[in-house]
């Protein structure tokens, strides 16, 4: 319990309320203090619209993120109490400026954390209307609030500068090593394969979220990617952890055909399952130390594990003689190499956090790093190509929009105290997607109901402003704390904040919170009926467009690759790039599924379908990313006219796809028909066959690494055809049923 308590105290989140929390406590009590209550509150107040866009991110774009949000909040404030006296103005001027703050979210996450603190800015305006030189002095204290925000994030982050990269690492160790897990519990006999293939996309989707996290924070111009120690070490980890990751993804194996081939030898299978479990544990437990802050003691000696591995096969080379074996051992020694390779990587790792690692050579690793962020510039004209119903940000700004007049109306003519706070409800529970919504809206209600009762009974019990004022803050700082873990505890303790901020400051707290608890349910449902009927995003509508992305981006690593294997070299920072973005398109079209999974069953059109692309993907990508690591780790024989057929061939299928997806109609006439394709494969393997009838002049090794060349390629080569012809078919069905 101590040990939760204690990895809670030190998460980002806790940090992040921490923050918060003392720049909002701050300054109410110091204004206090001196008679100023209200003035305290305000600029409180600024600190809680500020703190959102406070996102992982170097440090430059953390402070320009923050100062720009402060001014924003502030300037929207003073904007709607210059403009509400003028009815003329202020009725055609709030739903656009609603709709334009709306919009800046596409401009990536922390313009969409600025968007939703403007938008709070708007709503929390009509609390308090102020006029003449009170207007700017109430604007100016919001401001200040935000940059005092500024000030105590700044604290922290020179107090400690690595921290969050730090815990963001020792997730992504833990992830990686659940994924490794998840690889090892395919060599189980009875395994699930389908339930852990949807466990490991599933995984992959926070996989891409840490990744991105990393690459903000670890890779940035003000640093030169290298530019201290701290960070050039936890620079290798994340590169070595991308590396395992693709490795797992990369080395797929036929496990049914296995499991027939060694069902007489099952120690070997069960040796070889230990020490990928082994693989799993040990970076789970480097995790574990991360977080601690403990020293590094490997519980697990892998090199014997791996002998132990390598003894098994000696043993069943022995037991079955030589040429019985050769298939199984050759089998054995893919899955023996996979291991090595593994193991020499997460060693990087463990050096990296036991010793210094300056003298560690990135071998080009660090060359063009900052290719792999995504740049921060604001163009309008990103804005302007927004402007569309086919912008799924469009649909929801216009949304947000007239559910905040729909909001708006209910509160005049409707016998409701006060209008901000369904305004604000409305603006804390919309999301773009309908399942996020409606989850957000049942979870804000029972929070809502939840903390009402539990901060009654609390008020009732001890009425006593100091004991009030403490459990105040508390649920302040839990409140914001559970905000991205679980919404509706956080809910709960800040209603119960509320609750407890009313119980001290106002007499007739009860009524007031009644009313509260009426606005907070009224402007949820108007959130949730918005976003089902005013022009809602379903996913079937936008799936098509992930799955788009997805193709295009294996068919790009499987282009690098090839360039790769004809003309050897370096691994080029394109290939890279694509890689990268490969993963990254996998996991966005398995999120797809996910949220389409959250909406009502009418509207989950294809949804098997979409899901069966998503597994031909995932199996596309993995083969792909096979037939590129085996090429970077061995030297091929050279590109054949019968290779570069067999790749066009795949390349051609997935063109057509995309192509269907894009509405367009390809016509081929170099078409590469499956005869050819079948001509192909024997070429090659004649030409296999013949470079192994040279094998008398040759050693042993050499020998074994062509033998090992001639199955694994062509295999890979044969799932490659295969798999892009099962996402061509199922496209054509996908885009039939729309």
């Known amino acids: 319990m101590i040990s939760k308590i204690e990895k809670f105290t030190d998460s980002t989140y806790f940090t992040n309320a921490l923050k918060a929390t003392i720049s909002a406590v701050i300054p109410v009590l110091v204004c206090t203090y001196f008679g100023h209550f209200e003035i305290g509150f305000t600029l409180a107040l600024g600190t809680f619209l500020t703190y959102p866009c406070d996102i992982p991110s170097s440090l430059k774009h953390k402070i320009n993120g923050i100062i720009v949000t402060a001014f924003l909040v502030a300037g929207v404030n003073l904007l709607i109490n210059l403009t509400y006296p003028f009815p003329f103005i202020f009725y055609p ?11 800046l979210s596409v401009y990536g996450q922390r313009a969409t954390f600025t968007s939703f603190s403007a938008l709070l800015s708007a709503s929390l305006s009509f609390a308090h209307m102020h006029t003449g030189l009170e207007m700017i002095q109430y604007s100016g204290l919001i401001l200040a609030g935000g940059l005092f925000y500024l000030l105590i994030s700044l604290l922290f982050h020179y107090i400690k500068p690595y921290r969050y990269a730090e815990l963001q690492i020792a997730e992504c160790i833990k992830l990686t090593a659940k994924y490794l897990k998840l690889r090892g519990d395919l060599w189980n006999s009875n395994a699930d394969r389908k339930a852990i293939l949807e466990k490991q996309l599933h995984l992959q989707v926070e996989l891409n979220d840490i990744h991105h996290n990393i690459r903000r924070v670890l890779i940035g111009k003000q640093m030169n990617a290298v530019s201290s120690n701290q960070n050039r070490k936890m620079l290798i980890v994340f590169v070595s952890l991308l590396e395992i990751l693709e490795l797992a993804l990369s080395t797929s194996f036929d496990h049914n055909r296995l499991h027939q081939k060694f069902d007489k030898h099952p120690k070997t299978l069960a040796t070889y399952q230990s020490l990928a479990y082994n693989l799993a544990s040990t970076l789970k437990q480097l995790s574990k130390n991360i977080v601690k802050k403990t020293t590094y003691i490997p519980e697990h000696t892998l090199r014997e594990h791996l002998s132990a591995l ?134 804000r209600a029972i929070g809502t109901i939840i903390g009402g009762v539990i901060a009654f009974s609390i008020l009732a019990l001890m009425p006593n402003h100091l004991i009030l004022s403490i459990l105040a803050i508390l649920c302040m700082l839990l409140g914001f704390s559970f905000a991205q873990i679980n919404y509706t505890v956080s809910a709960t303790f800040v209603t119960m904040y509320i609750v407890f901020i009313y119980g001290i400051l106002t007499p007739d707290y009860l009524d007031v919170i009644q009313y509260r608890i009426v606005d907070t349910l009224t402007g949820a449902l108007i959130a949730y009926f918005a976003n089902h009927f005013l022009w809602p995003s379903w996913e079937y509508i936008k799936a098509p467009e992930y799955l788009e992305k997805s193709i295009i981006a294996n068919r790009d690593y499987l282009k690098e690759i090839f360039i790769y294997y004809t003309q050897k070299g370096e691994v080029t920072t394109s290939y890279r790039l694509a890689r990268k973005n490969a993963f990254i398109e996998i996991g966005n079209l398995m999120a797809s599924f996910q949220r389409m999974s959250q909406e009502p069953k009418s509207k989950q ?20 990313a096979s037939l590129g690591t085996y090429t970077q780790s061995h030297r091929t024989t ?39 394709v079948a001509n192909r494969f024997t070429e090659l393997k004649n030409i296999r066959q013949n470079e192994l009838k040279e094998g008398n002049k040759i050693e042993e090794e050499a020998f074994s690494l062509k033998m090992q060349e001639a199955q694994l390629v062509i295999e890979q080569l044969i799932w490659l055809i295969n798999l892009s012809e099962g996402i061509l078919k199922n496209t054509k069905k996908l885009m039939e049923d729309l």
């Not at 001027?93 to 919009?103: E, V």
């Not at 990135?362 to 927004?386: A, C, H, R, V």
């Not at 059109?605 to 792909?624: A, M, P, Q, R």
């Open 93 to 103: 001027l709030f739903p656009l400026l609603i709709f334009i703050l709306a919009m």
């Open 310 to 443: 390598a003894n098994a096969i000696s043993e069943y080379e022995n037991e079955l003689g030589k040429t019985q074996a050769s298939e199984g051992v050759l089998m054995l020694k893919t899955m023996l190499e996979y291991a090595e390779n593994q193991i020499d990587k997460i060693k990087i790792i463990e050096r990296a956090f036991t010793s210094v690692a300056n003298n560690y050579d990135f071998k080009g690793k660090d060359k063009d790093l900052e290719k792999f962020l995504t740049p921060q510039y604001y163009p309008i004209s990103t804005f302007i190509e927004n402007i569309s119903f086919s912008s799924t940000i469009f649909r929801h700004s216009l949304r947000l929009t007239v559910a905040i007049i729909l909001g708006g109306l209910a509160g005049k003519f409707l016998p409701f105290q006060n209008v901000y706070w369904i305004l604000m409800t409305i603006i804390i529970i919309m999301r773009p997607g309908y399942g996020l919504t409606k989850q957000r809206s049942i979870q």
């Open 605 to 624: 059109k294809n949804i098997l379908l979409l899901y069966k692309l998503t597994e031909l993907n995932h199996s596309l990508l993995s083969s792909t």
């Open 638 to 676: 050279p590109s054949s006219r019968a290779f570069t057929i067999v790749v066009e061939k795949v390349l051609k299928n997935l063109e057509q796809a995309i192509a269907l997806l894009e509405k367009e109609i390809i016509v081929d006439s170099n078409e590469i028909t499956n005869e050819e």
